[in-house]
């Protein structure tokens, strides 16, 4: 059996070896947490930190993204994986964990799960006309209807570069979303832009910076305690 595992794990090695495999690390602390125009936090204009850790072997990248609010309390723990076909196209699935409330813990999978499974298939247009598309779909676990049947939330999403350092976005939900949007059909959740810069601290060392102004103009909610926010402003920093 030990020998196997060596065996295994030398194969292993040598792989990861031959394709150049990277692991990576970082975070960005933001004055409040808001993911698609909807605001994450029961208490709003809270700063969060939000940690990722990932692992990229030829097109393949693996990970976990992470917010925890400064008031202590855990948020979110996602995890995910992204296959880069080319520079144009890419899929993502990934898996969210929003508070941790199931009393069967963070691995629970089954019926009744607190997961979130969502594809993601995004676009990037060439140099001559950057425009970037995504359509994100949650497919399984807890995104479900009164009914207790799927919603199958969809948010779609446009952006585009004006400059080096800032970007217009639209998105919105694509249809019903009890759980994830809070619309009750079509709504654009999240329109705006984001402005970045770096702050200079020494000559050898800089502090990427952003700012975003966003709106959501979805007018129906299902719940007052998560109700959308009409406009809003993030500013971050990335560690």
Not at 139 to 168: C, H, Q
Request: aromatic fraction near 14%; glycine fraction near 10%.
């Amino acid at each position: 059996m030990r020998i196997k595992f060596v065996a295994i794990l030398a194969i292993a090695v040598l792989t990861v070896s031959s394709a150049k495999a990277q692991f990576a690390t970082g975070a960005d602390i933001v004055s409040s947490y808001i993911w698609r125009g909807v605001p994450q936090e029961t208490t709003k204009g809270v700063p969060n930190i939000q940690p990722y850790v990932s692992f990229t072997t030829g097109g393949l990248t693996v990970g976990s993204w992470a917010s925890s609010s400064f008031l202590g309390d855990v948020k979110e723990v996602d995890l995910y994986a992204t296959y880069t076909f080319s520079p144009a196209f890419a899929l993502t699935v990934t898996d969210y964990n929003w508070g941790f409330s199931h009393p069967k813990g963070y691995f629970y999978y089954a019926k009744g799960t607190d997961h979130f499974f969502e594809a993601s298939l995004a676009y990037t247009g060439p140099a001559t006309f950057p425009l970037g598309v995504s359509v994100n779909t949650m497919f399984a676990g807890s995104d479900t209807l009164s009914t207790g049947k799927a919603a199958f939330s969809t948010y779609a999403e446009l952006n585009y570069p004006i400059t080096a350092n800032v970007k217009v976005f639209c998105g919105g939900s694509l249809g019903k979303s009890l759980k994830v949007y809070n619309t009750s059909g079509f709504a654009i959740t999240n329109i705006g832009i984001k402005v970045s810069k770096a702050i200079i601290i020494t000559d050898k060392f800089s502090l990427p910076a952003y700012g975003i102004l966003g709106a959501n103009l979805s007018n129906t909610n299902y719940d007052a305690s998560t109700k959308p926010t009409s406009i809003y402003f993030v500013a971050g920093v990335t560690l």
